[in-house]
């Protein structure tokens, strides 16, 4: 019962995720530490579902434990309603709770996100060539834009 429980939870949680995914206008650029990092994950989970399982669902389970895994890490980044992120406990900030943004560009567009109140919210790096997208998509919904 425990095992059908975990599953019937795991595709909860990845159907939550792709319905994410689909909404991603402009996804976060992942940098090469993390996608190490990931690597290293994804692949330690691998081991420990081969190493821990008793029964062929304990598998299953395996394998929607990684695709959650790896959903999570891939949905962040800009939707028309709001922001997708991993931040203070809360997966979308919508365009209502953003007052300002501040956009720095080097090798990457990075977005600095701020509340109402004026405080850092959080940041994330986009693909340099995905700027004027941000930046069309953040004046759309009456964002302050500063450069930096």
Known sequence: MANFIVTVIFIGIILKQWSYIRTIKVPVKKSIAEIALFTLGIFAFVLLTIYSTKEY?????????????????????????????????KKVFLWSEIKNVEISRKDFVKVVYF???GAKIFEQKYEIKKHEQIVSLLQKNNIKIRNT
């Open 57 to 89: 669902i304990h598998y299953l389970i395996g394998v929607f434990g990684v695709v959650a895994f790896i959903l999570i890490w891939i949905k962040l980044g800009i939707t028309d309603t709001g922001v997708i992120t991993n931040a203070r406990g």
């Open 115 to 117: 509340n109402k109140l």
